[in-house]
């Protein structure tokens, strides 16, 4: 598609439910990042996935959570019994190739994903 | 892993004035910094980045600076605008990290 696509924008879940999150990125780029934004916070990177590699998980919180991407394209990011500190905002990005080491790094972010924990 | 800190966390300033928000990293393999802008409800944008191998970078009425022994970089706004206010997120990766590490934010508010 034309940009980063997330699904849903807001979700509203109850303490305990497992939710899950949808991310389509850029039509043939690589790279997929999921990213969490609290409230007036920074940027807390979760996972990364690069083409066929190992994803890099180092950044997820708990075993809670995890995400996969099925045949290279659409992630899937699942919270299992969530609670209140989950509440955030989840962002999702995407790169391509590029040429060069900035073209390679260029991050496309979707609109992202506002969950919360009631 | 990487480190990224960034400072401050606001910032105020008048129309035409400069800005300057500054970071520092701490994977001294690190080679790309990027600079990220969120506007108020809406995702962040790439808005200027530099390589280690080049010492400042300018488009319009930004620019970024890299000291790679001190390992610090720093971004620039001059002339600054209203449509300016933002928060500015600065990022580095390289070396063996794979994703890209960023910093707390800047919320930058410029006064009319």
């Known amino acids: 598609g034309a940009g980063v696509s997330q699904s849903p924008s807001n979700k509203v879940t109850e303490k305990g439910k497992d939710v899950e999150l949808r991310c389509d990125p850029i039509?043939?780029?690589?790279?997929l990042y999921w990213y969490r934004q609290s409230l007036g916070q920074g940027l807390e990177f979760l996972i990364y996935?690069?083409?066929?590699?190992?994803?890099?998980k180092s950044g997820l919180p708990s075993d809670r959570f995890s995400a996969e991407r099925t045949g290279g394209s659409v992630s899937t990011l699942t919270i299992q019994r969530t609670q209140q500190e989950d509440s955030a905002v989840y962002l999702c990005?995407?790169?391509?190739?590029?040429?060069?080491?900035?073209?390679?790094?260029?991050?496309?972010f979707g609109a992202g994903s506002r969950l919360t924990v009631l | 892993g990487e480190n990224v800190e960034q400072h401050p966390s606001t910032l105020s300033v008048q129309e035409g004035d400069s800005a300057v928000i500054k970071c520092t990293y701490s994977d001294s393999a690190s080679n790309y910094f990027p600079w990220y802008k969120q506007e108020l409800g809406k995702r962040p944008q790439l808005i200027i980045d530099?390589?280690?191998?080049?010492g400042e970078k300018k488009d319009q009425r930004i620019a970024v600076t890299l000291n790679k022994t001190a390992k610090h970089f720093s971004l620039h706004i001059t002339e600054t605008q209203p449509e300016d206010s933002a928060v500015y997120f600065c990022a580095a990766k390289g070396g063996s990290a794979r994703q890209l590490t960023f910093g707390s934010g800047t919320q930058l508010t410029v006064l009319p």
């Open positions: 039509s043939g780029h690589t790279a």
């Open positions: 996935f690069q083409g066929n590699s190992a994803p890099d």
């Open positions: 530099i390589r280690s191998n080049v």
């Open positions: 990005a995407s790169s391509g190739r590029g040429t060069g080491i900035s073209g390679a790094n260029v991050l496309t």
